[in-house]
């Protein structure tokens, strides 16, 4: 089945039979350059709207019958379809050649159509091409639909260079396309620049343009504004797409950096216009972040364990210090007050406490006398005194008896305690009212100063 480009198309899987075929049994089908593929129509209906090249192929209808006694069966039909377009040459972007003098150039022109369609090559000034012994035209099919006419100019001239022109026709209508046959020369500069930057890298995003008529690659030359260390990235092939791209690496953050793609053939190279970029600061990534964290976590739990283990320590100590004092049994008569002292003693009061160990005896004239004890009636109890060194005749007539003694305490005063806190009233020695009057004897004095002893050892044991 044939139809032209534009005309209506559709399709109907009739099958006459009984019983009827089961409802929404029915499978479409359409192969097409070796290859299958099933259509989502379940009806016998196949509506393709307005044909066009596309709907070129072989179609399959199948549907299922049911009989009465449980027997299943399948019937197929296929219907090859053929619609009719014209010519349409597909590489009109291939539009220049480039070749040096002496060479070989090639120029092609692919298209497609229903039917196939025949190609006629002409030059700048309108002439048919034939085939000569420096020109040849030869005509293919690369799969089902693609025609491939081909034009190959063998050692090329001057006067070769210019305008050729491919003209594709068949029953439909025609296409042209024109390629312009150039010198080789050097390639253009690459187009439409682009820099996306990180941290450490930078992508260099470009356009390719015109290969000068050679195979051409590119370089990238990067530079460091502030460092003036620059590099350069050499031998980058061209992609199959029209854009490419390349990463530079190992860049510093936060730094100025101007990048240079050049355009590289055999003829030469161009460069494109420089472009700077600034790369980004770098960032606290997990690893790091995460390692000088847990650095500081680990210190302050080691600082505060050491706390810990220091307090239990002194605590520990200080315990330990306390048990010891309390179970060791208190030094008599040296770690006890004097007030407890003398509760132990019994009646003996602060003040022979305090004296006790401590007898002197005193002197006189240079000789060592015995000083009587004081008898009483009453029982009193036995206090040993200390008699001061009887005055002698070049010492100050005034001398005090209640001056402290070098070995007493310095809350004591001739052996008795001053009572709240106030020091105990002097008491001077009788002097003689008259100068004139004779000194007393030895004897005298020994027992005047025995009589003073003695009450003054009866006040100390009222107290």
């Not at 010519?87 to 092609?108: H, M, Q, R, Y």
């Not at 799969?143 to 050692?155: A, E, F, R």
């Not at 355009?263 to 600034?278: D, F, L, R």
Request: proline share 7%.
């Amino acid at each position: 089945m044939a139809v032209s480009e534009g005309k209506a198309l559709s399709l109907n899987c009739t099958v006459d039979s009984q019983p009827k075929p089961m409802p929404n049994s029915y499978e479409w089908k359409l192969e097409r350059d070796g290859k299958v593929t099933i259509l989502s129509e379940k009806s016998p209906y196949l509506d393709l709207g307005s044909a066009s090249g596309d709907n070129t192929g072989n179609y399959t209808c199948t549907t299922t019958i049911q009989f009465s006694d449980g027997v299943v069966e399948t019937e197929t039909a296929s219907l090859a379809v053929t619609v009719k377009t014209a010519p349409k040459i597909v590489n009109k972007d291939d539009n220049t050649v480039n070749a040096k003098v002496g060479s070989t150039a090639v120029l092609e022109c692919k298209g497609e159509g229903e039917p196939d369609p025949q190609f006629q090559w002409t030059n700048s000034t309108d002439g048919d091409i034939e085939n000569s012994d420096r020109f040849m035209i030869e005509q293919k099919v690369d799969g089902s639909v693609l025609v491939i006419s081909t034009l190959t100019i063998s050692s090329v001239s001057n006067a070769d260079y210019g305008i050729y022109r491919c003209t594709a026709t068949n029953d439909v209508g025609t296409d042209t396309f024109q390629v312009e046959l150039k010198a080789r020369s050097k390639p253009e500069a690459p187009k439409d620049v682009k820099l996306v930057q990180g941290s450490s890298s930078i992508v260099v995003e470009w356009t390719p343009g015109y290969d000068g008529g050679d195979m051409q690659t590119f370089i990238i030359e990067y530079k460091n504004l502030e460092t003036k260390y620059q590099d350069k990235v050499a031998g980058i092939k061209a992609g199959p797409g029209l854009r490419m791209n390349h990463t530079l690496k190992g860049l510093n953050p936060k730094s100025e950096y101007q990048i240079t793609v050049i355009a590289v053939n055999s003829e030469g190279n161009v460069p494109a216009a420089p472009s700077t970029v600034k790369t980004d600061a770098a960032p606290k990534a997990a690893g790091q972040t995460g390692s000088n964290g847990g650095v500081i976590a680990a210190i302050i739990i080691v600082i505060i364990v050491l706390i810990i283990v220091i307090t239990v320590l002194v605590v520990f100590i200080l315990r330990r210090k306390k048990a010891q004092r309390l179970a060791q049994p208190q030094k008599k008569d040296e770690e006890m007050p004097l007030n407890q002292k003398a509760d132990e003693k019994g009646e003996k009061g602060v003040t022979e406490f305090a004296l006790e160990g401590e007898k002197k005896e005193p002197e006189a004239d240079g000789k060592n006398e015995e000083s009587q004890p004081l008898k009483s009636n009453e029982e009193k109890p036995e206090v040993d005194e200390k008699i001061e060194d009887v005055p002698k005749k070049d010492e100050p007539e005034s001398t005090y008896v209640n001056a402290p003694r070098p070995d007493e305490p310095p809350f004591m005063i001739n052996g008795s305690t001053p009572e709240d806190g106030q020091p105990p009233e002097e008491t001077k020695v009788d002097e003689p009212e008259n100068e004139n009057e004779p000194e007393k004897e030895p004897e005298q004095a020994e027992e005047q100063v025995s009589e003073d002893a003695k009450e003054q050892a009866d006040e100390t044991t009222q107290d």
